[in-house]
């Protein structure tokens, strides 16, 4: 069972930057497909962007397209906008070919979320 713990979330200006790191517990995490996911107060969880196991091919949801940067490693958000703010999840997955959408089926591991806040 692997385990993540997101990091870096906090309070930032409109314009503002943040970048997420999500560790994991086990040492072969950097095998897995990750993920990042996430829920504004009232909606549903949404996808913000996912990267193949090995780095080479990134997936972003339009609305972030542009202005966040996801890596194996962390998730780098510039120009942020209040609408961005929620909870965010990042999340692994075993696919070993391609890389995981936007459906959260796809993801067998998830953290507990760190908040991200911008104000306007």
């Known amino acids: 069972q692997v385990q993540l713990v997101e990091s870096g979330g906090g309070l930032v200006q409109a314009g503002g930057s943040l970048r997420l790191s999500c560790a994991a517990s086990e040492r072969t995490f950097s095998r897995y497909a990750m993920g990042w996911f996430r829920q504004a107060p009232g909606k549903e969880r949404e996808f913000v962007a996912s990267?193949?196991w090995d780095g080479g091919i990134a997936y972003y949801a339009d609305s972030v397209k542009g202005r966040f940067t996801i890596t194996s490693d962390y998730l780098q958000m510039n120009s942020l906008k209040p609408e961005d703010t929620a909870v965010y999840y990042c999340a692994a997955s075993r696919l070993r070919l391609g890389v995981p959408g936007p459906s959260s089926g796809e993801y067998a591991y998830w953290g507990q979320g760190t908040q991200v806040t911008v104000s306007s």
């Open positions: 990267i193949s």
